[in-house]
């Protein structure tokens, strides 16, 4: 196996799991954050953007790991790779996307923030 074979795994799985939000937020129905939106990566992308962006991370996914040398899940290091670039993309997109959402905040995950509790955490 050579080495650029574990780079194309660890890069597939940053791209399956960039996949996921764009992919469930859209079939959702939700807009979402994504490269297309104004301004990039800030901005909200309509539902069938993020369907067909999410669909292009799971494409490239594919091809990195299904169509570079052969991955075989019964192989510990190909999987360690893969999951190391799940792993830190999930952990730079939950960084990234937290702050849009609240998920810095975890008194904004426990409770709603509505306009009675801002003007109750002020007092």
Known sequence: MRWYHYVA????????ANALPHFGNGISGHAFQSPFASPP?????????NVLWGFFNLAVGYLLICRVGSFNLRKTPHVLVLGAGILLMSLLAAHAFGRFHGGRD???????????NLDHEQD
């Open 106 to 116: 975890p008194a904004y995950s426990i409770r709603p923030r509505t306009r009675a």
């Open 41 to 49: 990566g800030v901005g909200l992308s309509s539902s069938m953007v």
């Open 9 to 16: 795994y660890f890069f597939g799985g940053a791209f399956l």
